[in-house]
């Protein structure tokens, strides 16, 4: 962006965009999508192009996905894997990196990868025993390094013994099917996850970030948290705040498996509590942990609950889907949608001014919305890889007219006009605001240390 205001001449030549009686905003950034992940078994359908042009068909003009070494590799070999499979991206993406294992080469990669390759965020899953779930332990040793690398702890929060345990029992008792799914994870495995990682990074002393919070239990564990003054920060999905827990006893089998995804939907006062939690400040980002199976990857569940690939779509519409429930019902100002959207995950995240601002020198990732504008979503005319929309046959108002990546039009009207490789990938210093400040008050009004003469020590 070179300038903004009243009255600039457009230089001859330039293409001239009527934005009257628009709303023009920092283009979306989805904190968390998995495009073509390898995962339980098979690979996420959508991939880094086919997603990113689905991003920006509904305004959202950055991601950051995930790279996830399988235990025991190399976390630089995985990301210079994930970073090939970028490349044919259209929208600009950036990449947070899991860790599953702990060892010295996973502690002096993490310093590598954050000193020399642009990741400042990891992330750690306390679910899906056996395969990428790591320990207690395991998570003291990666919020340590994080601490001493400046970089931002992320966190799946599920207590995945007790899910292990529940889906024995639920097959010891017969129950096979997608009902399976959300009686194995109730909200109390959420919530016990949650509270147990916080109190960790309080020990830690370092910042932490919730994805996917489904539940009053998560929430809570976030507000108590953040009113004590600890630096904890939540994030809610598109599809959280809209779907119910009903969708998985549907009659219709592959209906049902289309929705598992961890943590799954749930009973209706969740949304309304987690709707609360972003009009509070709570919650602080919305995302859509976009991560594409289609029905002849879901029946790989046929007979097995467990064995469902999980997870559902979203990029294309969180948009249009908090914008319509969001700020056409009154729970957000279109300033709280511009910060819930873009603004706090490029601050978080330490992308800020460059993405989430409209300001003279980011970048001109931009999204001329039109508040008027109105579409019934269809998984028959979307753009997603992905052969179902969990917000099928919802109508909403406000979507987007154009959509800008650094200044080119990759979305004219409707009309999807993006290139393939367009996307460049954006490297995030360490470091950000969010670790520069005290990540709990504790820091400040522990007692000093006492020096052996009984005079206390300089410094806090
Ligand atoms: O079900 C989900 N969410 N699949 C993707 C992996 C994860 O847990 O984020
Ligand atoms: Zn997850
Ligand atoms: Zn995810």
């Not at 009154?330 to 993405?355: C, D, H, M, W």
């Not at 367009?422 to 950000?432: K, L, M, S, T, Y």
Request: aromatic letters at 8%; proline letters at 5%; one cysteine or more.
């Amino acid at each position: 962006i070179v300038a903004f205001g009243p009255g600039l001449e457009a230089p001859s030549g330039a293409r001239v965009i009527d934005a009257g009686g628009q709303l023009v905003m920092p283009g979306g950034i989805d904190p968390h999508t998995h495009m073509e992940l390898p995962f339980m078994g098979t690979v996420a359908s959508e991939d880094f192009y086919s997603g990113t042009a689905a991003a920006m068909a509904g305004g959202t003009t950055m991601i950051i996905d995930f790279v996830i070494p399988n235990p025991g590799t190399s976390l630089l070999e995985a990301f210079d894997q994930w970073r090939g499979w970028s490349a044919k991206a259209a929208s600009d993406y950036s990449f947070h990196v899991a860790i599953t294992w702990w060892s010295d080469q996973v502690r002096e990669e993490m310093g590598v990868l954050t000193r020399e390759r642009g990741v400042n965020s990891f992330k750690h899953f306390m679910a899906y025993k056996g395969a990428i779930m790591v320990s207690d332990e395991q998570l003291l040793q990666s919020f340590q390094r994080c601490q001493e690398l400046g970089a931002v702890a992320t966190v799946h929060a599920e207590n995945g013994e007790i899910v292990w345990h529940l889906q024995q029992e639920l097959k010891r008792q017969g129950i096979t099917g997608p009902e399976g799914h959300p009686l194995s994870r109730p909200p109390e495995v959420e919530g016990e996850a949650a509270n147990r990682v916080i109190k960790i990074a309080q020990v830690i002393n370092t910042p932490l970030y919730v994805v996917h919070n489904s539940c009053i239990e998560s929430l809570e564990a976030i507000t108590r948290a953040r009113l004590a003054g600890q630096r904890v920060f939540g994030e809610v999905l598109a599809g959280h705040l809209l779907i119910d827990d009903s969708v998985y006893r549907h009659p219709d089998w592959g209906y049902a498996a289309a929705h598992v995804m961890s943590p799954p939907f749930r009973p209706k006062e969740h949304q309304e509590a987690l709707w609360r939690g972003l009009q509070s400040g709570n919650l602080q980002t919305t995302a859509t942990d976009h991560c594409c199976f289609c029905a002849d990857q879901k029946a790989m569940g046929r007979d097995d609950f467990t064995r469902i690939p999980n997870g559902t779509g979203g990029v294309e519409d969180r948009m249009a889907v908090l914008w319509h429930h969001g700020v056409g019902s009154g729970r957000l100002t279109p300033s709280e949608f511009v910060r819930i959207t873009s603004a706090n995950a490029a601050q978080i995240f330490n992308l800020y001014p460059r993405k989430g601002s409209v300001s003279v020198g980011a970048d001109a990732d931009l999204v001329v919305w039109d508040p008027e504008k109105e579409k019934v979503i269809r998984a028959a005319t979307q753009q997603s890889a992905i052969d179902y929309n969990v917000f099928e046959g919802q109508r909403v108002k406000g979507l987007p007219r154009y959509t800008l990546t650094r200044g080119q039009v990759a979305v004219n009207d409707g009309k999807v006009e993006t290139r393939e490789g367009h996307g460049q990938f954006v490297a995030r210093e360490p470091n950000g605001s969010v670790n520069r400040a005290l990540s709990s008050w504790k820091a400040l009004t522990a007692p000093r240390p006492v020096s052996r003469s009984g005079i206390p020590a300089t410094g806090v």
